[in-house]
């Protein structure tokens, strides 16, 4: 046996039997997909055999002799083959999925939590975002341990490539407060030193590594193998490492690609005097493997690098692990082998080389085999028992929050929050986070009541009577600094802490509505990640006057709509954000489809776009004692309800021409100005609070694509009759651009004149604002008059 001198129970020559057929593998899944299967659209399928095959080693000493059942690791896209392939040799996942890379059903592009067939921990894709993930998932498993009691340790495992270092969401990650001594994180950098378009010039090894120092970081280096470490050791080493060393990149990994003569020559060229000496004792045949002898493709060396980082337990740790793009193969090393396939003879004599034929091609290990055995040992070592995403308690479908006077929906945000928070059963899941805004976005009453997280007990050293900001370990609120892409990444993996750490949480986030965008795209994976959280954008639109076009949001509202895995909600009134807010917490908590029909697929976060103006409540109680709170709720709920009924209003109008005026947010009460101008003028306004429109629009699709796969006509889905009973033109106003709510004439197949925000904002009063975008009465009124002139 070949034993790892740390780890006598590791055979490496067993690790290297298994490594082996972990590249072949991987290889071929790609193969197969491009030259195997005939899509008929002539569009390249792709994958990534070079990407893939530099992470072969550190996988296979990951998976194979490292990790424990409850580690959790994120995988870099490109090495999605590699990943697939392990778990295949690991017995847990089915044979037939192979050839089926990036086909419909099949093995997708990029490790996916929601997609793939086989288990995946943490989706990636969007470069920067997958190693980021679990320095949050180990956040929040901090914080499950503190709650609710030490879990199965974990370690929280990120393999990236080195150009993910690129990305600016990296450092953000790194330098925030909330992600500091964590022991239990480990990322390995893919350091192959080539990017998508070209072999990097420079090596930033020293940059980066002062980077994560400064961080607080542990940083380790696997940069050679063992055969060029033995030959350092020879007399004269040292000069031949400080030749190799100070080797250009470019050169280096030039060498890849070469052999004989012409590899003498380029590892010579520009060498001090005496290297040649040095090494004259080496064959032709040598010489290759020795001065391509790269650490993180030496299973010993690897399993050293992460056996160090398990010793250091205050602090997070890094591996740049060496490699070179295309470990293996015969495009190692080349300067444009991102995209490329091999061809199918050198896959041929790939598959020749490691001992296999067309009919063993596929094979998994012999199970008697050492390899086999070894193996089949490992799966079961990390089998995971299931885990429950259901917390054992129902949400109230109310919290009755009293409003008696105007009151904004943030107000109202902050009092319902505290309201669950007293909840005997509710409250201690609840978990609020917010980059450096909690006070602004009205969490206050919340920290007051449940303090701030911390892993110790921290001293405060100021007394303020409006803001207790006790920080201990019992503290509900993690507190972040400014960085939206860290607020979205931190929501995704307390949304996800029933399966990373066990225990299901309720969490909810803040952040100014107009910087929503600034986290887009970390938003967009943790819902991708099938992750479920509660996230408040306020203040928003031009009704935060004063602050000028910057501070306000005119796209969000569509992004909201459009965002899949996410339910968008715009609430004017105090009882209708309550019941929608514990709507969607009693889903989360349930842990499976709401229940409700306008969204019986809807499974995901929650996005709630809110405004510090203070509204006037009572059209609102008008329309609860006409309809009572049975129905009222239903329709707030599934996504619109009719405020004001213009024939109840104005029975005088029974005859009149009828317009619906709808509207969400804050700009009712100029909605409720104009419908009053408009029965004065003998037109019937009905007004129409749209509290979500994602759920009208799906309610809307659903009928139309089961008409169109039924070839049927479509219905009218309930919720919009409801709301617009009468078959009239409709005008939609809202603080936001105008093409968000402009669907809603298709959807009932009338006329339509939609009233927005097109344009950035200025500062000025909110009077100002709304003449500047024709939200007043006035402007309504006529875009009514626009709309009846259209039927």
């Given at each position: 046996?070949n034993?790892?001198?740390?780890?006598?129970?590791?055979?490496?020559?067993v690790l290297?039997?298994?490594?082996r057929?972990?590249l072949?593998?991987?290889?071929?899944i790609?193969d197969a997909?491009?030259?195997?299967r005939r899509?008929g659209?002539?569009?390249k399928?792709g994958g990534h055999?070079?990407?893939s095959?530099?992470?072969v080693t550190?996988m296979t000493a990951?998976?194979?002799?490292?990790?424990?059942?409850?580690?959790?690791?994120?995988v870099?896209?490109?090495a999605s083959p590699?990943f697939h392939?392990?778990?295949y040799l690991?017995?847990?996942?089915d044979r037939s999925?192979l050839?089926k890379l990036r086909?419909?059903g099949g093995?997708?592009?990029?490790?996916?939590r929601?997609?793939d067939?086989d288990e995946?921990?943490?989706?990636?894709?969007?470069?920067?975002?997958?190693?980021?993930?679990?320095l949050?998932?180990?956040?929040?498993r901090?914080?499950v341990d503190?709650?609710f009691?030490?879990?199965?340790?974990s370690r929280?495992?990120?393999?990236?490539?080195?150009?993910e270092?690129?990305e600016g969401?990296?450092?953000?990650?790194?330098?925030?407060?909330?992600?500091?001594?964590l022991?239990?994180?480990t990322?390995l950098?893919?350091f192959?030193?080539?990017?998508?378009?070209r072999?990097?010039?420079g090596v930033?090894?020293?940059q980066?590594?002062?980077q994560?120092?400064a961080a607080?970081?542990h940083?380790?280096?696997?940069?050679?193998g063992?055969?060029l470490a033995?030959?350092?050791a020879?007399?004269?080493g040292?000069a031949?490492?400080?030749?190799i060393?100070?080797m250009?990149?470019?050169?280096y990994q030039?060498?890849?690609g070469?052999?004989g003569e012409?590899l003498w020559?380029?590892?010579?060229?520009?060498?001090?005097?005496?290297?040649?000496?040095?090494?004259?004792d080496?064959s032709?045949?040598e010489?290759?493997?020795?001065?391509?002898?790269l650490?993180?493709h030496?299973?010993?060396a690897?399993?050293d690098?992460?056996?160090?980082?398990?010793?250091?337990?205050?602090?997070?740790?890094?591996?740049?692990?060496?490699t070179?793009?295309?470990w293996?193969?015969?495009?190692a090393?080349n300067?444009?082998?991102?995209?490329?396939?091999?061809?199918?003879?050198?896959v041929?004599?790939?598959?020749?080389a490691?001992g296999l034929?067309?009919?063993?091609?596929?094979d998994?290990?012999?199970?008697?085999?050492p390899a086999?055995?070894?193996?089949?040992?490992?799966r079961e070592?990390?089998?995971r028992?299931?885990?429950?995403?259901?917390?054992?308690v129902t949400?109230?479908?109310?919290?009755?929050?009293?409003a008696?006077?105007?009151?904004?929906?943030?107000?109202v945000?902050g009092r319902?929050?505290?309201?669950?928070?007293?909840h005997?059963?509710?409250?201690?899941?609840?978990v609020t986070?917010?980059?450096?805004v909690?006070?602004?976005t009205?969490?206050?009453?919340?920290?007051?009541?449940?303090?701030?997280?911390?892993?110790?007990?921290q001293r405060?050293?100021?007394e303020?009577?409006?803001?207790r900001?006790?920080?201990h370990?019992a503290g509900?609120h993690?507190?972040?600094g400014i960085?939206?892409m860290n607020?979205f990444l931190?929501?995704?993996q307390?949304?996800?802490s029933?399966d990373l750490?066990g225990q299901?949480?309720?969490?909810?986030?803040t952040?100014?509505?107009?910087?929503?965008?600034r986290?887009?795209?970390?938003?967009l994976?943790g819902?991708?990640?099938?992750s479920?959280?509660?996230v408040a954008?306020?203040?928003s639109?031009?009704t935060l006057a004063?602050?000028?076009?910057?501070?306000q949001?005119?796209?969000t509202a569509?992004?909201g709509l459009e965002?899949?895995?996410?339910?968008f909600?715009e609430p004017?009134y105090?009882t209708?954000?309550?019941w929608l807010?514990c709507?969607?917490?009693g889903?989360?908590?349930?842990?499976?489809a709401?229940t409700?029909?306008?969204?019986?697929?809807e499974d995901g976060a929650y996005y709630?776009?809110?405004?510090?103006?203070?509204?006037?409540?009572?059209p609102f109680?008008a329309?609860?004692?006409?309809?009572g709170?049975?129905?009222l709720r239903r329709q707030?709920?599934?996504?619109?309800?009719?405020?004001v009924?213009?024939?109840?209003?104005h029975?005088e109008?029974?005859?009149?021409?009828v317009v619906?005026l709808?509207?969400?947010?804050?700009?009712?009460?100029?909605?409720?100005?104009?419908a009053?101008?408009?029965a004065?003028?003998g037109?019937?306004?009905?007004?129409v609070?749209?509290?979500s429109?994602?759920?009208?629009?799906r309610?809307w699709?659903?009928?139309?694509?089961?008409?169109v796969?039924?070839?049927t006509v479509?219905?009218?889905?309930g919720?919009?009759?409801?709301?617009?009973g009468?078959?009239?033109p409709v005008?939609?106003v809202?603080d936001?651009?105008?093409?968000?709510?402009?669907w809603?004439?298709s959807?009932?197949?009338?006329p339509a004149?939609?009233?927005?925000v097109d344009?950035f904002g200025q500062?000025?009063?909110?009077?100002?604002l709304?003449?500047?975008?024709?939200?007043l009465p006035?402007?309504i009124?006529n875009?009514?008059l626009?709309?009846?002139?259209?039927?």
């Amino acid at each position: 046996m070949n034993v790892h001198p740390l780890r006598p129970d590791v055979d490496l020559d067993v690790l290297d039997e298994i490594q082996r057929r972990v590249l072949w593998l991987a290889t071929r899944i790609v193969d197969a997909a491009n030259h195997d299967r005939r899509t008929g659209d002539g569009v390249k399928v792709g994958g990534h055999q070079a990407s893939s095959a530099s992470l072969v080693t550190a996988m296979t000493a990951l998976w194979f002799a490292h990790l424990d059942a409850a580690d959790r690791v994120a995988v870099k896209p490109h090495a999605s083959p590699v990943f697939h392939a392990i778990q295949y040799l690991l017995g847990n996942l089915d044979r037939s999925y192979l050839p089926k890379l990036r086909a419909r059903g099949g093995l997708q592009s990029y490790p996916s939590r929601t997609k793939d067939p086989d288990e995946v921990d943490f989706s990636t894709g969007s470069v920067g975002l997958g190693a980021a993930a679990p320095l949050f998932a180990a956040v929040t498993r901090r914080y499950v341990d503190a709650h609710f009691g030490p879990r199965p340790h974990s370690r929280f495992v990120a393999l990236i490539g080195d150009a993910e270092l690129d990305e600016g969401n990296i450092w953000e990650a790194v330098a925030d407060p909330a992600t500091t001594a964590l022991g239990n994180v480990t990322w390995l950098v893919d350091f192959n030193r080539q990017s998508l378009d070209r072999v990097v010039p420079g090596v930033r090894i020293n940059q980066w590594r002062g980077q994560f120092e400064a961080a607080g970081w542990h940083v380790v280096e696997v940069k050679y193998g063992r055969r060029l470490a033995e030959a350092y050791a020879r007399p004269g080493g040292a000069a031949l490492r400080d030749w190799i060393d100070a080797m250009p990149n470019e050169q280096y990994q030039s060498l890849f690609g070469l052999a004989g003569e012409a590899l003498w020559a380029r590892f010579l060229d520009g060498a001090p005097e005496g290297i040649e000496a040095l090494i004259a004792d080496v064959s032709d045949d040598e010489l290759g493997p020795l001065v391509t002898d790269l650490g993180g493709h030496d299973l010993a060396a690897m399993l050293d690098a992460y056996a160090q980082c398990d010793a250091v337990t205050d602090r997070p740790s890094v591996i740049f692990a060496y490699t070179v793009k295309g470990w293996g193969l015969p495009i190692a090393g080349n300067p444009r082998n991102h995209s490329a396939l091999l061809g199918t003879e050198q896959v041929d004599a790939l598959r020749t080389a490691h001992g296999l034929t067309p009919d063993t091609a596929w094979d998994r290990l012999d199970p008697a085999s050492p390899a086999g055995i070894w193996a089949n040992a490992r799966r079961e070592a990390l089998a995971r028992p299931p885990r429950e995403r259901a917390l054992p308690v129902t949400v109230p479908e109310t919290t009755r929050v009293r409003a008696n006077k105007p009151i904004s929906t943030q107000e109202v945000f902050g009092r319902v929050l505290v309201d669950l928070a007293r909840h005997e059963e509710v409250g201690r899941y609840l978990v609020t986070t917010a980059p450096d805004v909690a006070t602004s976005t009205n969490l206050a009453g919340f920290i007051n009541k449940t303090g701030v997280f911390a892993p110790t007990k921290q001293r405060s050293w100021s007394e303020d009577r409006m803001l207790r900001w006790e920080q201990h370990p019992a503290g509900q609120h993690i507190e972040l600094g400014i960085s939206e892409m860290n607020l979205f990444l931190l929501l995704g993996q307390l949304g996800l802490s029933w399966d990373l750490s066990g225990q299901p949480l309720l969490p909810v986030g803040t952040v100014y509505d107009p910087f929503v965008l600034r986290g887009l795209d970390a938003f967009l994976y943790g819902t991708y990640s099938g992750s479920r959280f509660v996230v408040a954008g306020t203040p928003s639109g031009i009704t935060l006057a004063p602050e000028g076009g910057a501070h306000q949001s005119t796209i969000t509202a569509s992004v909201g709509l459009e965002l899949p895995g996410v339910t968008f909600v715009e609430p004017a009134y105090a009882t209708t954000l309550d019941w929608l807010l514990c709507d969607a917490l009693g889903q989360i908590a349930r842990g499976d489809a709401p229940t409700t029909t306008a969204a019986p697929t809807e499974d995901g976060a929650y996005y709630f776009r809110l405004s510090t103006r203070p509204i006037d409540q009572a059209p609102f109680e008008a329309a609860r004692a006409r309809l009572g709170d049975a129905v009222l709720r239903r329709q707030a709920v599934a996504g619109a309800y009719r405020l004001v009924d213009a024939h109840q209003a104005h029975p005088e109008l029974a005859d009149a021409p009828v317009v619906h005026l709808a509207a969400s947010g804050a700009v009712l009460p100029e909605v409720l100005a104009a419908a009053a101008e408009l029965a004065e003028e003998g037109i019937a306004a009905h007004v129409v609070d749209v509290t979500s429109l994602d759920r009208l629009y799906r309610a809307w699709q659903r009928t139309l694509r089961q008409g169109v796969r039924t070839a049927t006509v479509p219905s009218v889905p309930g919720v919009l009759r409801a709301a617009f009973g009468d078959r009239a033109p409709v005008v939609t106003v809202h603080d936001a651009a105008s093409h968000a709510m402009a669907w809603l004439g298709s959807a009932l197949g009338v006329p339509a004149v939609p009233l927005g925000v097109d344009e950035f904002g200025q500062s000025g009063s909110v009077h100002d604002l709304y003449e500047l975008h024709d939200l007043l009465p006035g402007s309504i009124v006529n875009a009514a008059l626009a709309a009846l002139s259209l039927r």
